[in-house]
């Protein structure tokens, strides 16, 4: 398979592709762009020999923020393959679970009112956040005006009871008569969504050889690792060695990495893709540097990058995913990461509603510019 050129590849990984039913719901491709002013905006903040690498960098942004539906984000390419599924199978409603300002829950809600599907989205505290923003605004106001229908789990980090009360909310709507559909967040099964991150990667390719980019290091956020896994699978099989690093967004670095590399392997298994093209274990490069406090908080860093990003680009990001993705990298030149990367891409993933729940991150308080 690698003694094949690139050109073969891709035609051999849309092949693949095609074998999977798709309910296209996505603006693509989505752009590439340079952001010029970003490394001399971090050259300003930076100090010493970082300030001068800061500047030599140059940095790119893959716009899935830009994806369209329901204000865009990475969720709906994962959702194509799903809907793609639930349609083939006639199914008529569907169901899912996350945090109370999931924005995969969000893309759900709009995917199944544009394909006419009656949706039952649960909501789990994964936060611990009782401002009435959070509850009522962003991405759950978002679902009320898309027409889901919202339920509620008491209890956070219980996934297997989350699931299982998605399970029984399901198979009660079966015993009325409906076809239902799950969407599992969590579940270390068939990683469906991730065939939408696999496409994305045959996108990015095309985009890096078009624009003829010496792209050398690859960035993106890695929660439930289903992007991550997809979008570095996707390059593997493309022969493309440029190293992803996932941005850990909820989970410590060491737990991540199992769950990506376990998601890489469901997916080569989904594929039946030989073991040469299988992502390796040290292929899976994770950082938890910007995680902390935790899942849906951001620390001042990544509060100050969010708004440095903002004011030299006039680009948004938000503190549970893309912020803290723009941080790490650049956090990553401040620390000398510019001397082994010189051209860096980000994936932005989106998450843009949750700007407007996150009052209480108080963003707006932080040093104005000039």
Request: aromatic share 6%; with cysteine; charged share 20%.
């Amino acid at each position: 398979m690698r003694s094949q050129t690139l050109p073969a590849l891709m035609k051999s990984l849309q092949r693949a592709l095609a074998d999977f039913p798709r309910a296209h719901l996505t603006h693509a491709p989505t752009p590439l762009e340079k952001m010029a002013r970003l490394p001399l905006a971090l050259s300003l903040s930076a100090a010493g020999a970082g300030a001068e690498a800061a500047q030599a960098c140059a940095m790119y942004v893959k716009r899935d923020d830009c994806t369209g539906l329901a204000l865009g984000g990475n969720k709906a390419r994962q959702l194509e393959f799903h809907l793609g599924e639930a349609l083939a199978r006639n199914c008529d409603r569907v169901f899912s679970t996350a945090a109370v300002q999931s924005n995969h829950l969000r893309t759900l809600a709009a995917a199944a009112a544009a394909f006419g599907l009656e949706c039952h989205l649960q909501l789990e505290p994964w936060v611990n956040n009782h401002s009435e923003p959070y509850h009522h605004c962003g991405n759950v106001l978002l679902n009320r005006l898309f027409g889901a229908a919202l339920h509620h789990y008491p209890a956070d980090q219980d996934e297997a009871g989350a699931e299982q009360a998605l399970a029984d909310l399901a198979a009660a709507h079966a015993a009325r008569g409906g076809k239902p559909y799950i969407i599992p967040l969590r579940r270390m099964g068939t990683p469906l969504g991730a065939l939408g991150y696999v496409a994305a990667a045959l996108e990015l390719a095309q985009q890096i050889e078009q624009q003829r980019l010496p792209i050398e290091l690859l960035a993106v956020a890695s929660g439930s690792g289903i992007t991550h896994a997809g979008l570095l699978s996707g390059l593997r099989w493309l022969g493309i060695t440029i190293p992803v690093l996932g941005v850990c967004v909820r989970r410590d670095a060491a737990q991540q990495r199992r769950q990506v590399l376990q998601h890489c392997q469901n997916l080569a298994d989904l594929l039946g893709w030989q073991h040469e093209n299988a992502v390796a274990a040290d292929d899976v490069w994770v950082d938890d540097s910007a995680l902390a406090p935790g899942y849906g908080a951001a620390s001042a860093q990544v509060k100050q990058d969010m708004l440095l990003v903002a004011r030299s680009e006039g680009l948004l990001s938000d503190p549970v995913y893309s912020g803290k993705t723009f941080s790490c990298v650049l956090n990553l030149i401040r620390n000398g990461g510019a001397d082994r990367f010189r051209h860096i891409a980000i994936l932005h993933t989106g998450g843009i509603p949750g700007l407007f729940a996150h009052r209480e991150e108080r963003l707006a308080d932080l040093p104005r510019s000039g």
